[in-house]
Structure formats: structure tokens, C-alpha cells
């Protein structure tokens, strides 16, 4: 699914939303064939870790503090028990805020005692995979989501709370005002069982420079509002 640019997939995904949803079929037509991401490594330890680091930070400066984060344990990511017991003045020293080194060292108590499975969070259903990693402090809906999308690779995932998914709609839709998560959710209802690729076409639109035409026949859902 991460890498599903021609696949059977990709192909019967982008059929499915062009045929439920003309506004959103629109967009495909401007952005093109669904690419999906690519495989990320490591375990899925390290991908919750990294999402923390990362978290309302830019991309360059969040992939700096990452990199000297796995400095403290030669340039890897840490064992949920290393993580655990690394102290919050080596933690704070290579960038993280308090509250960070909170959630992780959190997240590393939490897998080294076993009340979190964390490396076979793929066997369990979505909401299952949300309701297990949001016990851990700092990880709220939108970061599980995100490890949903990401890093299992599930089709169908709606982010509502995320601002570039809204943003997408908004402009995809001709809204006058940013659609709140029960407008997202609305919206993005027919876009089952591919909400996953549905969001992925929000963020690309995102990155559009102008807004897509919408001709005369298109999708009144969602618009106007």
C-alpha cells in the first residue's frame, strides 16, 4: 500500500474515489496517479519514538534533534529499557523539551514493563492500535493515526484533526471556513474503504500552487460552508 503508485491497489483505490466523490475526482485528475509513501525502517518502537521527536516541529530541525537523540546510543535507536533509564538531563541536552522527554521515557517504561505490545501493534485493528498508544503519554489521536498511515501502511485512515488534511478540503471543497473534524469526517465518509488515500490526496493538493477548477457538475457535498 506505501508504495502504490501503479499497483492493483493504488489503481482500484483512485477508481473508487473518483467514482463516489466528482469534487475529489477533480483533484486526482490535477495531482495524478496515487504514490503513496515509502517503507519505513526499523521496528515499530523506533517509529513511535521518532513521532514524538518530531512532533509541531519542522522536518529539518525535528531530523536534527532526532540524529543527536540516537547519538545518546551510538547513532541507533534505543531500547525501550535504555530509553527508559536515560536521564532527562542527557535527554533535554540534545534538543528535547521537557515534555518530550517525558512522553518518550514514558513510552520506554511503558513497552519495557510489557503494558504496551508495541511490536505487535499490526496484528490489531485500527481503533485497537489508536486505543493502545494513546495510554502513553503524548500520544494523542492524530500521532496514532499518523503511525496508522505511515508506518502499517492501513488504507483506511482519516486524520480529522489534521490541519493539512483540512486545509485540502477547504480548498478542494470551495469552503469559506476551515471544516471542522465533523465536517472532515463527513466528507471523507465515501471515501471508505480508501480514506487513507483520499487524505494523501488533501495533502498533496496542499502542495498545489493553484486551486483545482470545479466545473458545473461537481459535488455539492461538502460545499458552501
Not at 480529522?160 to 465518509?189: F, H, N, S
Amino acid at each position: 500500500m506505501k508504495s502504490a503508485g501503479s499497483s492493483p491497489f493504488g489503481r482500484k483505490a483512485v477508481a473508487h474515489l473518483k467514482k463516489v466523490d466528482p469534487v475529489l475526482a477533480q483533484v486526482i485528475d490535477r495531482i495524478g496517479a496515487y504514490r503513496g509513501w515509502p517503507a519505513s525502517n526499523g521496528s515499530h518502537f523506533d517509529a513511535v519514538c521518532r513521532s514524538i521527536v518530531f512532533q509541531q516541529l519542522s522536518g529539518k530541525a525535528a531530523g536534527t534533534i532526532h540524529g543527536r537523540f540516537q547519538g545518546l546510543y551510538g547513532g541507533r535507536a534505543p531500547l525501550p529499557d535504555e530509553l527508559a533509564t536515560t536521564s532527562d538531563e542527557k535527554l533535554r541536552a540534545v534538543g528535547l523539551s521537557r515534555q518530550k522527554s517525558a512522553y518518550l521515557k514514558d513510552l520506554g517504561g511503558k513497552v519495557a514493563a510489557g503494558e504496551l505490545p508495541i511490536e505487535t501493534l499490526h496484528e490489531l485493528t485500527d481503533e485497537e492500535v489508536i486505543t493502545a498508544l494513546t495510554q502513553v503519554k503524548g500520544i494523542g489521536r492524530w500521532t496514532a493515526q499518523m503511525f496508522l498511515m505511515f508506518r502499517l501502511g492501513r488504507p483506511d485512515v482519516l486524520p480529522d484533526l489534521d490541519l493539512g488534511v483540512q486545509k485540502g478540503i477547504q480548498r478542494a471543497y470551495r469552503l469559506r471556513k476551515l471544516p471542522t473534524p465533523e465536517r472532515v469526517k463527513k466528507i471523507g465518509a465515501n471515501w471508505a474503504p480508501y480514506r487513507t488515500v483520499g487524505s494523501w490526496y488533501m495533502w498533496r493538493l496542499m502542495d498545489a500552487p493553484t486551486p483545482v477548477p470545479r466545473s458545473g457538475g461537481g459535488g455539492g457535498r461538502g460545499g458552501g460552508g
